[in-house]
Nanobody, 119 residues
Framework: QVQLVESGGGLVQAGGSLRLSCAAS??????MGWYRQAPGKQRELVAA???????NYADSVKGRFTISRDNAKNMVYLQMNSLKPEDTAVYYC???????????????WGPGTQVTVSA
């Protein structure tokens, strides 16, 4: 049974940093990534990474967020620096075997972790 579990969310002041982690079990995924959904807004892709090292970022987080993965541990991380109030959202771990599907919202989702950035 596939399971994705996020951790690392919380409350931080603007300009601060957080590191999100996602542990995957039940399968080894080629593509993993992070989505976020703010209140009243659609879920959006934040960053994606493949086992081969392809990386994609949303324009809004380029230069501030870094996605990485540990293939041996089947985990993916999101280092978030210079956080802004507009980064406030529920962040979801996402996984799929096919990158193109993940970029549209992959097959498997974690339950989400709240990130709140205060001004």
């Amino acid at each position: 049974q596939v399971q994705l579990v996020e951790s690392g969310g919380g409350l931080v002041q603007a300009g601060g940093s957080l590191r999100l982690s996602c542990a995957a079990s039940g399968s080894i995924f080629n593509a993993m990534g992070w989505y976020r959904q703010a209140p009243g807004k659609q879920r959006e892709l934040v960053a994606a990474i493949t086992r081969g090292g392809y990386i994609n970022y949303a324009d809004s987080v380029k230069g501030r967020f870094t996605i990485s993965r540990d293939n041996a541990k089947n985990m993916v991380y999101l280092q978030m620096n210079s956080l802004k109030p507009e980064d406030t959202a529920v962040y979801y771990c996402n996984a799929d075997q096919i990158l193109s599907r993940l970029l549209r919202g992959g097959e498997y989702w974690g339950p989400g972790t709240q990130v709140t950035v205060s001004a």
